[in-house]
């Protein structure tokens, strides 16, 4: 599979973005096309879009699991539409789907969304010679487990992890 977890400590969120643009520059200075899709706003993008984020925050503070379901499944969809949005892109010179997608900022998915699934939806979309390199704030436990932003246990087995 193409998809590379990129796993840095939550604390090291700047450095890593310096060492993320220089690997950008170093991908397109050999040639690799480079798409960034960023989980920043990816949570809130649904409600935003139809005028209803007010209310949704609102709703927030009384509403049960239920609105959490809600909010992962628009959450989930956009992420997805990104990230194939991304992929198509990289194909838009012709011929093949070349290039490295980058999946950043994915500490605001926490705690709505699991990377798993949607990386369940990419499966066939994303094949060499493109990749999907996924900027991921972890730590492995004393278990010698991965834990993102070291509270939540992760395991996808179709991910290289680079530690």
Request: hydrophobic share 40%.
């Amino acid at each position: 599979m193409p998809f590379i977890r990129l796993v840095y400590r939550p604390g090291e969120e700047a450095d890593c973005l310096r060492r993320r643009e220089v690997l950008r520059r170093t991908l397109e200075g050999q040639g690799v096309k480079v798409q960034t899709v960023s989980c920043r706003d990816v949570i809130f993008a649904h409600y935003e879009r139809r005028g209803r984020l007010e209310q949704l925050f609102q709703l927030e503070a009384t509403a049960g699991p239920e609105l959490g379901e809600n909010i992962a499944g628009h959450a989930a969809r956009e992420l997805t539409t990104r990230l194939m949005q991304a992929v198509e892109s990289l194909g838009s010179g012709g011929g093949c789907h070349d290039g490295v997608v980058f999946l950043t900022d994915v500490a605001f998915l926490y705690p709505y969304l699991h990377l798993g699934p949607i990386l369940d939806d990419c499966t066939n979309c994303i094949q060499p010679p493109m990749a999907l390199a996924v900027f991921y704030p972890g730590e492995v436990s004393l278990e010698n487990r991965l834990m993102f932003l070291g509270v939540r246990q992760t395991s996808y087995y179709r991910t290289r992890d680079l530690v």
